[in-house]
């Protein structure tokens, strides 16, 4: 099987997604939009990876890119493939479908709970607790895209992961965060720690991840899992 990811910038990487690639032989390949915006055709991959970001889906003046990059994720929706979108990543594909984008009452930082919606259709999530703390760091939200199910929810932010079919996600939250991701995103985006309801301190976030990473990822995993099953 073949992985796309597309990256937009260097600190935010797969992290525990990679993991599991590598452990379940994926021939992985990259778009990194910040070296070189260059996207292959839609037929050579069967799995797309779409990564987080500080820039917005609306700053398509600022990054032209994310004009080509949209229109590529769309095809790769339609096309059937597995489209699985991180943070920025969901944002893309609900723009992608025609959703807007647009800021969230408040930002949200740290370890908080999201908390499953019920009666879910999507098969790939029929492992997910009905809450689990993941980690967040966004300052933006979205519509969901016609025909989308929502899978989970915030206190923070109702939209946190959506489903449209079996073959696409949108985590708004971050499940694939590891201590080297978190200290990565911190050292980068430490400017946007200012303190407030749902944004934790540095010191806080590092003492959840080794609190609750463990965990998170074994849910990551087992949707990961539910994913692969779909192509095989």
């Known amino acids: 099987m073949k992985a796309l990811c597309l990256q937009h910038v260097p600190f935010e ?15 992985i390949s990259y778009t990194r939009f910040f ?14 990876i779409i990564m987080g970001g ?13 004009v080509a990059e949209k229109q590529f994720v769309k095809q790769c929706i339609e096309n059937g493939k597995i489209v699985l979108g991180i943070c920025l990543g969901a944002q ?12 969230n009452p408040q930002k949200e930082i740290g ?5 499953k919606a019920s009666n ?28 989308a199910e929502l899978i989970a929810s915030s206190e923070a932010c109702q939209n946190q992961i959506f489903a449209i079919g079996n073959k696409t996600v949108g985590f708004q939250c971050h499940l694939e965060t590891t201590a080297a991701s978190l ?18 301190t540095e010191k806080e976030m590092a003492e959840k991840e080794a609190m609750y990473s463990e965990k998170m990822h074994l849910h990551l ?12």
């Not at 500080?54 to 994310?66: A, H, I, K, R």
């Not at 098969?123 to 980690?135: D, G, S």
């Not at 200290?183 to 934790?200: H, M």
């Open 92 to 103: 893309l594909i609900a723009s992608s479908m025609g959703a807007k984008i647009y800021r």
């Open 13 to 27: 990487g797969m992290a525990a997604i990679e993991t599991w690639l590598v452990q379940h032989n994926f021939d």
């Open 54 to 66: 500080p820039m917005s889906v609306n700053d398509e003046e600022e990054f032209p890119w994310l």
């Open 221 to 232: 995993y087992k949707i990961l899992d539910n994913l692969h099953g779909l192509t095989r």
């Open 120 to 147: 879910l259709k999507s098969t790939v999530f029929k492992n997910l607790p009905n809450e689990l703390q993941v980690f967040h760091w966004h300052g933006e939200t979205f519509d969901l895209p016609q025909g």
């Open 183 to 200: 200290a990565s995103i911190v050292a980068n985006c430490q400017s946007e720690l200012i303190p407030a309801t749902f944004i934790q």
């Open 111 to 115: 370890w908080f709970p999201i908390r």
């Open 35 to 48: 070296e070189s915006p260059v996207l292959p055709a839609v037929e050579e991959v069967d799995w797309i």
